[in-house]
């Protein structure tokens, strides 16, 4: 099996060097590069091609947000996992939005850690669903306005009565296996209404669609 290409992104030595062993002690899993800061990030990631950045938010020159917006734009591969100190950290939220595909506390431990990165590189399902939709949900509240571009908005109206049932279920958290149980479907068939979403959305994965559905206000902050 191909190893998962992981660039790590931090502004600090320690925690750098700490991820790079703890993943490389991984047998699925190889830290081809680190980056000191957002613009080196950006740069290293169009020289190497990983398939998973970690990115610290707060950095010097470009901070994590701008270069994980950068990254989404540049239409490559690569998924960015965020890492931060806090679990409710309204940065976090702003990643998110950027074209993160999810996110991880600093404090994980190796085995949290690897498993984000392989749930981030298989784009099967949201990271920490539980605290990933309480961010979503918490900063959902900040603006009663809809945040969602009138092409989204046009793209949305081309969805079927079964694909919003699942956009929703995913914005609950919920993996393709639970949402099939839900529905009384075949998993196969869930990855088929997934992947349909995505592209009529134009949206990266799974956690960007868990966004969009709270901005659409398909599912209301509780």
Do not use: C, W
């Not at 931090?10 to 790079?20: C, T």
């Not at 998973?52 to 734009?73: C, K, Q, S, Y």
């Amino acid at each position: 099996m191909t190893p998962i290409r992981v660039l790590v992104a931090d502004d600090q030595m320690m925690v750098r060097e700490g991820f790079s062993v703890l993943l490389n002690a991984m047998p699925d899993i190889e830290v081809v590069g680190e980056a000191v800061n957002g613009r080196e990030a950006v740069e290293r990631v169009r020289e190497l091609s990983p398939d998973v950045v970690l990115m610290d938010i707060r950095m010097p020159e470009l901070n994590g947000i701008e270069a994980t917006r950068e990254i989404a734009a540049s239409g490559g591969t690569a998924k960015v996992l965020v890492l931060t100190t806090f679990d409710l950290d309204e940065y976090v939220y702003q990643a998110l939005r950027a074209g993160a595909s999810g996110f991880l506390l600093k404090d994980a431990s190796a085995r949290q850690l690897a498993e984000g990165v392989r749930v981030v590189a298989s784009g099967e399902a949201l990271l920490a669903p539980t605290v990933t939709r309480r961010l979503i949900t918490e900063f959902a509240k900040l603006s009663d306005t809809p945040r969602l571009p009138v092409t989204a908005q046009a793209a949305y109206g081309d969805l079927t009565e079964r694909e919003t049932e699942v956009l929703v279920l995913i914005a609950q958290g919920l993996s393709n296996a639970e949402i099939a149980g839900r529905l009384v479907v075949a998993e196969s068939t869930i990855k088929t209404h997934v992947s349909r979403v995505l592209v009529k959305l134009g949206l990266r994965d799974r956690t960007q669609a868990a966004v969009f559905a709270y901005e659409a206000r398909l599912v209301r902050p509780r």
